[in-house]
Each structure stands twice: as structure tokens, then as C-alpha cells.
């Protein structure tokens, strides 16, 4: 692997790469798949990143469960984002679907998406009067439900919370989902 100046990264021992493994997680939780890809660009031996990583994982330093629990929370409690938003990065994080799906499960279980979708929008959107009046632009009203989906929240309570905030029930009425864009 070769740094921006063109210099190669040593290649490291068994020992030396459970040193860099330990170091790595301390900076920030790993999920096993992203610290198997770091390994193995940095192993001089691929044998020794299945053995640093049976090793971390026999120390409690690696878990996947631990890790996509922690991260859902996080993200749900930090940055207010919906499930499919969580999901969709825990998979890039290259956790299995099955410890994400259960992990957001567990983490979503009693949040009030329409709730939620509303500490958003007041977080991240104008003020609720500027909002309201916004919906009477069909580009800008298609542009925050864009927004909301690409948050992680369902088409139906992105309308419902929407609706909530808008000052003339008829708008959204008419308003027909902008077409979704499909993930890469």
C-alpha cells in the first residue's frame, strides 16, 4: 500500500500486527470486516490475519454485535437518523445483515419514527414557519422529503410528519413522491 508520498507501508509480523490491530481499535470501534481488510493490507503473512483476529475476538477487543449496537445507537441518538439509513451503513461497515437487522431492531424498538422525523426537520431544516410556507414550492417540498428518506425514514411517515408541520392539510395532498434513487 503506498502513502501519498509514494512510500510503500512496512509490512508487518505477527506480533507487530496485533500491535497495529490493538492500536487501530482504540482509535475507533471496528466491525471484523473493516479490521480483516486493514490487516490484510498490512500482514506480511494472510495467515496472521485470521490468527490477530481469532485473537482480538477471544480478548472481548472485537465484536460485531457489541459493535453494531453501539454504532445504531449512536447514530440514532446523536444524529436522529432512521433505520434503513443505519442499516445501509452498517452494511458498508461490512456487518452481516443479520447482526444489523437485529441490532437496529433493538435499538429501534420503541422510537417513534413520525416523533422522530420532527426533531429532525427541527434540527435540520428552516425554521417551522419558513418550512410550512416552503410546501407551497413543489421543488422545494420534494427536495426535504428527499432529504428525509436519504435520513433513513419511510416514505409513508416522512408524508405523515410532513403533513404535521404543514399549515394547509391540502398540499400534500397532490404531492407524489419524487421517484427514489437507487442505491449503488
Not at 503506498?2 to 505477527?14: H, I, S, T, V
Not at 424498538?109 to 413520525?114: A, P
Not at 425514514?153 to 408524508?159: G, K, L
Amino acid at each position: 500500500m503506498r502513502r501519498p508520498g509514494g512510500r510503500e507501508k512496512p509490512r508487518l509480523p505477527a506480533e507487530a500486527l496485533w500491535e497495529y490491530a490493538v492500536k487501530t481499535l482504540a482509535a475507533r470501534a471496528q466491525s471484523t470486516g473493516e479490521m480483516r481488510r486493514k490487516l490484510r493490507l498490512r500482514a506480511e503473512r494472510a495467515a496472521d490475519v485470521e490468527d490477530t483476529l481469532s485473537r482480538l475476538r477471544d480478548r472481548g477487543y472485537l465484536s460485531d454485535k457489541r459493535f453494531a449496537e453501539s454504532y445504531a445507537g449512536f447514530r440514532l441518538e446523536n444524529q436522529g437518523l432512521g433505520k434503513s439509513r443505519v442499516l445501509r451503513d452498517l452494511r458498508q461497515r461490512q456487518v452481516s445483515s443479520s447482526l444489523a437487522e437485529g441490532a437496529v431492531a433493538r435499538i429501534y424498538r420503541d422510537v417513534d419514527e413520525v416523533a422522530l422525523i420532527a426533531s429532525f426537520i427541527e434540527r435540520k431544516f428552516h425554521p417551522k414557519t419558513t418550512l410550512a410556507e416552503d410546501f407551497e414550492d413543489p421543488r422545494r417540498l420534494a427536495s426535504a422529503y428527499r432529504k428525509l428518506i436519504r435520513a433513513g425514514f419511510s416514505s409513508a411517515n416522512v408524508i405523515l410528519a410532513l403533513k404535521r408541520i404543514s399549515e394547509r392539510d391540502d398540499v400534500l395532498d397532490t404531492f407524489e413522491p419524487p421517484e427514489e434513487e437507487e442505491e449503488p
